[in-house]
């Protein structure tokens, strides 16, 4: 019996990178886990070579309302009413700066990083309530804590308002029991950096954190008692400046 046994949980962005790793820490802990992601044959990857009792794969973008609000359905209906949710759906696009940052790119940016945060919580939320517990953790990022160049303007943008939600749920919330953490990493090797500006070596990709460090991270946080919540958590590659 693991940590997590008997609990559900719900993990976006799970076909890849730091989804895919926190997936798989929480079903290796027992937990029954609904990873959720666009692109269907990449959750079937992801989900290939866990115990098909404690895996669920539902494709579903974040950003759109009702289609969230279909999964979570199916999720109750399913496994049960989510006990952990980890909001890890992200992407960004290429070129960044505010100048060059075409409209679309920018909806697309704040529609999966920031709105499909929140359509997911609120959609998880009246189950949590009724329990009176219940874990949210939003994968953010140290652009959340100070606006970069090289994550851009709407990723900054995005993962700044990551940070404001998860105080305010945490302010909100609380007396249901309901615990909320931003973590925020720096530099992760995750197939988002294939859209950098710049090519990114790998010798650099190989000193960055790598997905299960954050996993790690997030099983953490997930794992404390009820009584104690963690608002922000930074964790970042030992060789990064963080100040």
């Not at 309530?129 to 943008?157: C, D, F, H, M």
Request: charged content about 20%; proline content about 5%; glycine content about 10%.
């Amino acid at each position: 019996m693991g940590q997590f046994a008997e609990k559900v949980v719900i993990v976006t962005g799970a076909g890849t990178g730091i989804g895919r790793a926190i997936a798989e820490g929480f079903v290796r802990e027992g937990a029954k886990v609904a990873l959720v992601g666009r692109r269907l044959e990449k959750l079937e990857e992801a989900g290939a070579g866990l115990p098909a009792g404690q895996v669920f794969l539902l494709g579903c973008d974040v950003g759109e309302r009702e289609a969230v609000r279909v999964m979570v359905a199916k999720v109750e209906a399913s496994l049960g009413a989510a006990h952990i949710l980890v909001n890890n759906a992200g992407t960004n696009t290429n070129p960044r700066s505010m100048a060059e940052v075409s409209p679309e790119d920018w909806d697309l940016t704040l529609a999966t990083n920031l709105t499909g945060a929140f359509n997911c919580a609120q959609a998880v939320l009246p189950a949590m309530r009724q329990r009176r517990g219940g874990v949210i953790v939003n994968i953010s990022s140290i652009a959340g804590l100070r606006a970069s160049k090289l994550a851009g303007a709407a990723y900054s943008a995005a993962k700044h308002g990551l940070m404001a939600l998860t105080h305010v749920i945490n302010e909100e919330e609380r007396e249901y029991g309901i615990r909320a953490c931003a973590i925020c990493p720096g530099e992760v090797e995750t197939p988002i950096l294939d859209v950098r500006p710049e090519p990114v070596s790998q010798e650099h990709r190989a000193r960055m954190l790598q997905p299960e460090d954050v996993a790690a991270a997030t099983l953490f946080v997930a794992g404390l008692p009820a009584r104690a919540c963690i608002p922000e958590l930074v964790i970042k590659p030992t060789w990064q400046i963080f100040s």
